[in-house]
T-cell receptor, first 110, second 114 residues
Framework: DAKTTQPPSMDCAEGRAANLPCNHS???????VYWYRQIHSQGPQYIIH???NNETNEMASLIITEDRKSSTLILPHATLRDTAVYYC???????????FGTGTSLTVIP | SAVISQKPSRDICQRGTSLTIQCQVD?????MFWYRQQPGQSLTLIAT?????????ESGFVIDKFPISRPNLTFSTLTVSNMSPEDSSIYLC???????????FGPGTRLTVT
């Protein structure tokens, strides 16, 4: 399984872009990178995923480095409701099991 | 996407008893999973619920303690057996839909064992 490493916590000013990094240096060629977030007392919420190209949806952008060993989730205009724990996950291509790391606790500051 | 509901949302149980948690998906999903989240910690995968066959358990989890059923493509149950206070956790289920590998999670069942 590709393991992921994320900073334990980050702060971001409201209205500014939040850039959340993730290292996954042991990722294999056909494994995807998924990002989820968990707001307190709720189930994890899917944000975005990608293989090698950068991806964007209504929630966020995902930038994956060319060597695929790291990625960055970008929330372009953070709001207070974006305060949550963000998880970067690389499931094995054999079964799609999710092994959650400790994630990054993002606090958006007014 | 899939919408997932769980019952009960929370329960307080006595040591030595068992609790069955239900997970219902609003559409057919290829795969379903069960997780445990202990207080202040991340999610830990318990097992993959396989439709029509025995669940596949992760290291540290056994069928006698956490029996799982999945009779069809939209429903699964997890039983926490012979509970002890160490089983106090949030239990979450998820489903991965056909055509996509992203998982969608239920709201969780908060279990307290006294």
């Amino acid at each position: 399984d590709a393991k992921t490493t994320q900073p334990p916590s980050m702060d971001c000013a409201e209205g500014r872009a939040a850039n959340l990094p993730c290292n996954h240096s042991t990722i294999s060629g056909n494994e995807y990178v998924y990002w989820y977030r968990q707001i307190h007392s709720q189930g994890p919420q899917y944000i975005i995923h990608g293989l090698k190209n950068n991806e964007t949806n209504e929630m966020a952008s995902l930038i994956i480095t060319e060597d695929r060993k790291s990625s960055t989730l970008i929330l372009p205009h953070a709001t207070l409701r974006d305060t949550a724990v963000y998880y970067c996950i690389v499931p094995p291509n054999t079964g799609n099991q999710f092994y959650f790391g400790t994630g990054t606790s993002l606090t958006v500051i007014p | 996407s899939a919408v997932i509901s769980q019952k009960p949302s929370r329960d307080i149980c006595q040591r030595g008893t068992s609790l069955t948690i239900q997970c219902q998906v609003d559409s057919q999903v290829t795969m379903m999973f069960w997780y445990r989240q202990q207080p202040g910690q991340s999610l830990t995968l318990i097992a993959t619920a396989n439709q029509g066959s025995e669940a596949t358990y992760e290291s540290g989890f056994v069928i006698d303690k956490f029996p799982i059923s999945r009779p069809n493509l939209t429903f699964s149950t997890l039983t926490v057996s012979n509970m002890s206070p160490e089983d106090s956790s949030i239990y979450l289920c998820s489903g991965a839909g056909q055509g996509g590998n992203e998982q969608y999670f239920g709201p969780g069942t908060r279990l307290t064992v006294t």
